[in-house]
């Protein structure tokens, strides 16, 4: 029995994410009946029409433009941020490793509050002024954490998490001088470091897609490099693996992964940091099986978030606060079990 619920558990899980998506579609605070979401839904998807001609067209507009992809860049957010807090886990053999552990957040944040406080309005493939500034600023910070770390033509963890720890802490200090001498724009660029989903598209579902694909793709290429990794480090070069490269492609994929999904929603903490233990604990630490069925947790995870942050209370809450209240209770509680030898 157990046996076959392993073989059949990738398809399982999938249906189940598609289910979630679909049943989190339905659900919001505009009064849509469950049948009209339906009508939509099939009409939009299959081109189907199952008597469109009653419903309104901000209802289809509600459910096709505003739900439907702000639930599919929730599953792609919280899935990218999984993989990435797995892999480096993986890679830095820390279990408190997540994606913004190198100082992406603070890169990302202190350019979205340049582009915030300069009402900067250009674009590029998709991205809007804030969301580009962000993703140049995440990018630039990994590749100076990497060059500060670098002797010769190794990386040592250890120095690398460290200068991490620094870069990320002067650009959060940067971004707080920012703010004092900007007072006008303190709740919206607050708003954005705290993470949400709010007013997200197709454009910005869009414009993700491509990078975490590509960086997902790199990220599978080197599970079994990853598993060998975990014996530590010399272990792994005495086996064949070429662990300075291995540590280039992780960091390369997941930065590139991570700059993107927090240009467009913000930082979202918890995600990459819980989801891959809360996998590994009903997987096992196997990189082939604990990276997809981490985007899948990750995914469905962060759309259960962010239906509470939009439908709960009378307002939106931004779901990184959601993520939060959930992750840091469970993440104490992982902490209590491994202390007292559960794990």
Not at 126 to 141: D, E, K, P, W, Y
Not at 282 to 296: A, D, E, I, M
Not at 314 to 328: D, K, M, N, R
Request: net charge positive.
């Amino acid at each position: 029995m157990k046996s076959n619920i392993k073989k059949y558990a990738m398809f399982i899980s999938i249906v189940i994410c598609i289910v979630i998506i679909y049943l989190c579609t339905l659900m919001g605070v505009a009064s849509i009946s469950f049948l009209d979401a339906n009508k939509i839904l099939l009409d939009q998807i299959f081109h189907i029409n199952f008597g469109m001609e009653d419903i309104s067209e901000g209802a289809i507009a509600i459910i096709w433009n505003v739900r439907l992809p702000r639930i599919i860049l929730a599953f792609v957010t919280g899935g990218a941020l999984a993989i990435c807090g797995a892999a480096y886990q993986g890679i830095f053999k820390n279990p408190m490793a997540d994606p913004y552990i190198l100082g992406v957040s603070s890169g990302a944040a202190l350019g979205a509050s340049i582009g915030i406080v300069m009402n900067f309005s250009s674009s590029f493939l998709g991205l809007n002024g804030v969301a580009l500034l962000a993703f140049i600023g995440s990018f630039l910070t990994i590749l100076v954490v990497y060059n500060i770390s670098r002797v010769g033509r190794k990386v040592p963890v250890a120095t690398l998490l460290l200068s991490g720890i620094a870069i990320g802490q002067s650009l959060g200090a940067l971004m707080s001088l920012l703010m004092i001498f900007n007072q006008d724009d303190l709740s919206h660029i607050m708003f954005w470091t705290m993470g949400s989903l709010n007013g997200k598209g197709w454009n910005q579902v869009i414009a993700v897609l491509p990078y975490v694909v590509f960086g997902c793709v790199m990220m599978l290429t080197s599970v079994r490099e990853l598993d060998i990794m975990l014996l530590g480090e010399e272990t792994a070069t005495q086996l064949g693996v070429d662990t300075e490269s291995l540590k280039k492609k992780i960091l390369f994929s997941s930065s590139l992964i991570t700059a993107a999904v927090v240009s467009v929603t913000g930082i979202i903490g918890f995600v990459g940091l819980i989801i891959p233990h809360i996998v590994r604990m009903v997987t096992g630490p196997k990189h082939r099986t604990l990276v997809p069925f981490s985007f899948l947790f990750g995914g469905a995870f962060l759309i259960l978030c962010d239906t509470i942050a939009r439908t709960v209370a009378g307002q939106e809450i931004p779901v990184g606060i959601i993520t939060a209240a959930f992750g840091g209770p469970f993440f104490v509680y992982l902490l209590r079990k491994r202390k007292k030898g559960g794990m």
